[in-house]
Nanobody
Framework: QEQLVESGGGLVQPGGSLRLTCASS????????MGWFRQVAGKERDLVSA???????YYADSVKGRFTISRDNAKNTVYLQMNSLKPEDTAVYYC?????????????WGQGTQVNVSS
């Protein structure tokens, strides 16, 4: 079953860094946008960052200047480098990929990885 597999979450102190990785475990077609959402328990899932494949990137205002998204198109892998982490960055982070195959477009999701920023 095609899916996205995430890694890199964990516990870090304020001011620290983490790098999240999200890779496709199988063939999911032609991938267009890839990116990251995050969700705090009891709240909606919010878009953190996205990359459109053509070089356009998006960052939520709360992470601009601290987070960097990048991707390896040959491997259908997206990364999120998170620096200067703050306690309010604590959340479950979900990656996604918008892919096209056999005439259909769909969004794939990762399983989620927990990021805890605490001293």
């Amino acid at each position: 079953q095609e899916q996205l597999v995430e890694s890199g979450g964990g516990l870090v102190q304020p001011g620290g860094s983490l790098r999240l990785t999200c890779a496709s475990s199988g063939s999911i077609g032609v991938v267009n946008a890839m990116g990251w959402f995050r969700q705090v328990a009891g709240k909606e899932r919010d878009l953190v960052s996205a990359d459109t494949r053509s070089g356009n990137t998006y960052y939520a205002d709360s992470v601009k200047g601290r987070f960097t998204i990048s991707r390896d198109n040959a491997k259908n892998t997206v990364y999120l480098q998170m620096n200067s982490l703050k306690p309010e960055d604590t959340a479950v982070y979900y990656c996604y990929a918008d892919a096209y195959s056999d005439g259909w477009s769909r969004r794939y999701w990762g399983q989620g990885t927990q990021v805890n920023v605490s001293s």
